[in-house]
Every structure is written in structure tokens, then in C-alpha cells.
């Protein structure tokens, strides 16, 4: 079936390192793909999306590209802050037919640090 | 322009009872998905109304079900709470069911049960 893989966590990096969290999926289809943020005791936030292979989305400095050679969303950012410091969550979603449902990983926590 | 609403924000209760969850989706929105979230882990998918019918189910078991309204709010009801069920229960919305419209989450309902 349908799934996302995220690397285990807690990530922990100092102000203004860079940072990467791996996701891999699976899907019998053309999924979109997907990254949301929980911050501390409230909902997810759509962070970035990318619709179709070599699509790279974007937001807040965070960049991912859909890779479909290597079935991959790997999420980055060039000098984080401490106010990422959040829950990151990888998801897909397939599009068609009675499915719109999003599947996600299981998220992975990043402490960002002075 | 209110986002996705939910409520209680916190509850508790006992093995057992039953529970009722509310949601209110973003304005403009027609569809309402619900997800579970347990500690540590991704959200999954309970099930999805659009035009007042679940359209779409995840795996959980019958003691789950919903209803949506005619202004498109919706409900989550849990009977014979397990232990198990304690988790935050999130709700989404997006407009025209099985569409690719962005999804919106609310911030959730902790349900604990004793």
C-alpha cells in the first residue's frame, strides 16, 4: 500500500546550521506530496507542497523537491532558527477517482538550540 | 476569515463512554475528513463527508463514526472508548470532496481517556 518513511528523530541543531529530514514513499499512483508543521500543542500547518516529478516547493526558506527517480521529498533549509523548532511531517496524497485522503509519516521533531 | 474550528479544545473520560467531537470547517469549505493522531505518531485517516455522506473510511472500527450538517459542519463520535483511543483528533477541510484543494487542518481535540 500507499506509505511515507521520515527519519527518526529528535533532530538537534544549533542556530543557523542546515538542515535536511529524509522522506521516502511509496504509491501506486502520481501522488502529491507534501510537507506540514506542528508546532508545540497546536494543529499542522501546510508548510510546502510539490504536485508532480522535479516540482520543488517552497516556503519560509524551507525548499523540497519531488524526486520520482528516487521516490523522495527530502526537506531542507540553509540556517535554521530557533522558532523551527516543531514536528515536521512528510505526507502524499493521491489524487482521482473517490481517494483524497493524505498519508503521512511519522513525523520527525526538530530542536533547534541558541 | 475563521479557519477550521473544533471543539472541545481538552477532554476526559472514562472506558466505556462516548465521545462527541465538533468541527467547523474553513468558510467556503464543503468537505470535512477527520484524522487520529496518537502520541509520537503521524496523523491516520478516520473518514471523509462531502454532501452530508462519508464518501471515504480509513481503518477504524465501527465504534467511529460522523455526520455532516447541512452548513457542512461535522461530528466524530466514539462509543465504548478504549484506553487506546486516547490521542488528538484532528479535523480538515477542503473544498469539492475527492478535488485537489489544498486540506486544512483545525487545531485538534486531546481526548484522554481514564
Known amino acids: 500500500g500507499d506509505s511515507v518513511t521520515q527519519m527518526e528523530g529528535p533532530v538537534t541543531l544549533s542556530e543557523e546550521a542546515f538542515l535536511t529530514i529524509n522522506c521516502t514513499y511509496t504509491a501506486t499512483g502520481y501522488p502529491s506530496l507534501f510537507w506540514y508543521v506542528q508546532y508545540p500543542g497546536e494543529g499542522l500547518q501546510l508548510l510546502l507542497k510539490?504536485?508532480?516529478?522535479?516540482d520543488k516547493g517552497s516556503n519560509k526558506g524551507f525548499e523540497a523537491t519531488y524526486r520520482k527517480e528516487t521516490t523522495s521529498f527530502h526537506l531542507e533549509k540553509g540556517s535554521v532558527q530557533v522558532s523551527d523548532s516543531a514536528v515536521y511531517f512528510c505526507?502524499?496524497?493521491?489524487?482521482?477517482?473517490?481517494?483524497?485522503?493524505?498519508?503521512f509519516g511519522t513525523g520527525t521533531l526538530l530542536a533547534v538550540q541558541p | 476569515d475563521a479557519g477550521v474550528t473544533q471543539s472541545p479544545t481538552h477532554l476526559i473520560k472514562t472506558r466505556g463512554q462516548q465521545v462527541t467531537l465538533r468541527c467547523s470547517p474553513k468558510s467556503g469549505h464543503d468537505t470535512v475528513s477527520w484524522y487520529q493522531q496518537a502520541l509520537g505518531q503521524g496523523p491516520q485517516f478516520i473518514f471523509q463527508?462531502?454532501?452530508?455522506?462519508?464518501?471515504q473510511r480509513g481503518n477504524f472500527p465501527d465504534r467511529f463514526s460522523g455526520h455532516q450538517f447541512p452548513n457542512y459542519s461535522s461530528e466524530l463520535n466514539v462509543n465504548a472508548l478504549l484506553l487506546g483511543d486516547s490521542a488528538l483528533y484532528l479535523c480538515?477541510?477542503?473544498?469539492?470532496?475527492?478535488?485537489?484543494?489544498?486540506?486544512?487542518f483545525g487545531e485538534g481535540s486531546w481526548l484522554t481517556v481514564v
Open positions: 510539490a504536485t508532480k516529478a522535479d
Open positions: 480538515a477541510s477542503s473544498l469539492g470532496g475527492s478535488s485537489g484543494n489544498t486540506i486544512y
Open positions: 463527508y462531502y454532501e452530508e455522506e462519508e464518501r
Open positions: 505526507a502524499l496524497r493521491i489524487y482521482g477517482g473517490a481517494t483524497n485522503k493524505l498519508i
